[in-house]
């Protein structure tokens, strides 16, 4: 009986942490700090609420961004996936938009709209829905023509054909489809509150810099990537997890 292999992703934040103290140790602290002193600056953020109050504010941003650009990228990417004219419309306009650095628009876009919400949640939409449209777009046109033609000789109309063959065989596209367009959104998330924000964790790390505070500056780096690493543990590997089960049934 074969002993199962070990899994050492465990070590890889304890390992990150060590990295961080052994280069914190050669330099002052106001310039690399400690972690235990950014936990005590995440203490004093959170003893007045104010840390919950940015990560609310960059979290509802992030969501009114994403679900929207999930809606369109599937309507998109499954018409650009059935349809070739449709497909070689919209194939320039992906190219363009994918090629342009979402933050490109932040200035544009607070120009029209001001500083706040809607033009924070229209650069994340920008940067989330063109990845995951054709991200979705591969995943449909990957299907084989036999299992079409198959479920069409039993029968199967236009909405069986999306809801039996089209979805399940494009799943793993959808879910590579969500874990790109969220990280794409994140970051021009944070991107465009270091732009023009007056909350957010974006804001916290682009006031952090100006005053000098680089424990606040890690701070906000910490959150931003433990949000990423909550999202893709406990939603995108389930919903990975909860598809393959389904696909096997």
């Not at 029968?155 to 809801?163: D, R, V």
């Not at 959150?223 to 590997?237: D, K, Q, T, Y």
């Amino acid at each position: 009986m074969s002993l199962p292999k070990p899994n050492w992703g465990w070590a890889s934040l304890p390992f990150l942490l060590l990295i961080w103290v052994a280069l914190a140790s050669r330099f002052p602290t106001y310039i690399l700090p400690q972690p235990w002193e950014v936990a005590r600056e995440a203490v004093r953020w959170l003893s007045d609420s104010s840390l919950w109050q940015h990560l609310r504010a960059s979290v509802l941003e992030e969501l009114g961004g994403f679900c929207a650009a999930v809606v369109v990228a599937v309507v998109l990417g499954t018409a650009g996936g059935l349809s070739s004219r449709f497909r070689d419309f919209s194939s320039p306009l992906n190219s363009l938009f994918m090629a342009i650095p979402p933050i490109a628009w932040a200035p544009l876009i607070m120009i029209i709209f001001g500083l706040g919400y809607v033009s924070i949640v229209l650069v994340i939409f920008i940067a989330a829905m063109f990845p995951m449209a054709v991200t979705i777009q591969e995943g449909v046109q990957s299907i084989r023509g036999g299992e079409v033609r198959a479920a069409r000789t039993l029968g199967a109309n236009a909405w069986q054909l999306l809801a039996h063959v089209y979805l399940p065989a494009s799943l793993p596209f959808v879910t590579a489809a969500l874990r790109i367009g969220f990280s794409q959104g994140w970051r021009a998330l944070v991107a465009a509150e270091m732009i023009g924000a007056s909350q957010g964790i974006g804001w916290m790390v682009s006031t952090g810099g100006q005053i000098g505070n680089s424990s606040q500056v890690l701070l906000g780096i910490v959150v931003i990537g433990l949000i990423a690493w909550l999202m893709e543990s406990f939603v995108f590997r389930r919903i990975e997890r909860h598809y393959q089960k389904w696909r096997v049934q």
